[in-house]
């Protein structure tokens, strides 16, 4: 067998990758590789042409003999928790690549990484660079902010799970202060459990509901024991931003949600409210 019949088992590039969460799937549609795309998580909503794609996965659990059948040349995933998946796949010899992006830097790094997999480096460099331009024009635009804002962005309501790295780092560049700075070094979400009696000592200015894959409820929030006296609550500064635009580690948080943040953050600084779309709901942004 000669060299060249060799070389042509096997693409130059991966063609058929399965991606366990969103973030993977945005990047390669983003950079005009969505036609690889051939297995998507159930939670994907960004693009929305990506869920015409067969769903073979939720976060913590994955369809392992539907993936095989794919016949992936490669397989994303995201973050420790989804480990056994992977040994799993890898166990059955397929090639998995699982990413551990937790800060703004770190999802740049896993834009470049994923189009460098795909051969499109250059593609991907070029949408890094946008992701960044954006954000250096929210950095700017937050010098004129009258003051900066206390926030607290909380992902989960019983038990209480305060922002991950790159929502706090993403509240910083926009202007605002987050009253929880040490969770940013807390990789898991027990490690960033907080008391919300301590919290209302803190006295935000702003709250930020996001609860993970679950409509966040202002009943709920304001409800809490010692929270009548915060000044978020007082002033009606409480905002819902959905979790697909912000606790995604890819696009999402460096395009719409970081968007929506900045109108949170420039509004509250401005002693103003932005509307809600119906009585008792939380205000949003988008």
Request: a neutral charge.
């Amino acid at each position: 067998m000669n060299l060249d019949t060799l070389l042509a088992a096997a693409p130059r590039w991966p063609t058929r990758i399965v991606c366990m969460t969103e973030e993977t799937t945005e990047i390669l549609y983003s950079i005009g590789a969505g036609d690889r795309v051939v297995g998507i998580s159930g939670y994907t909503v960004r693009p929305p042409e990506a869920r015409e794609k067969p769903k073979i996965s939720a976060f913590l659990t994955a369809k392992i003999e539907e993936i095989l059948d794919l016949k992936p040349d490669l397989v994303l995933g995201f973050s420790d928790l989804q480990r056994e998946i992977a040994r799993d796949l890898i166990e059955r010899g397929v090639p998995v690549y699982v990413f551990n992006q937790r800060s703004v830097a770190e999802i740049l790094q896993t834009v470049r990484v994923v189009a460098a997999l795909v051969g499109m480096s250059a593609e991907g460099e070029a949408l890094a660079a946008r992701l960044q331009a954006k954000l250096e024009a929210h950095a700017v635009a937050a010098r004129e902010l009258p003051r900066r804002p206390r926030v607290f962005f909380e992902e989960w309501h019983e038990p209480l799970i305060a922002g991950i790295r790159w929502v706090t780092e993403l509240i910083e560049i926009v202007g605002g202060e987050d009253v929880t700075p040490e969770c940013r070094l807390e990789q898991g979400a027990k490690g960033r459990i907080v008391d919300p009696a301590e919290i209302a000592r803190r006295d935000p200015d702003v709250v930020i509901a996001s609860w993970c894959g679950k409509k966040a409820i202002r009943e709920k929030i304001v409800a809490r024991a010692g929270w009548e006296g915060v000044r978020a609550v007082r002033d009606d500064q409480l905002y819902e931003i959905k979790s697909t635009y912000i606790l995604q580690p890819g696009p999402a948080a460096l395009t719409d949600g970081v968007d929506q943040l900045a109108r949170i953050v420039a509004a509250a600084a401005r002693g103003e409210q932005l509307p809600r779309r119906r009585a008792g709901d939380l205000r949003r942004a988008d």
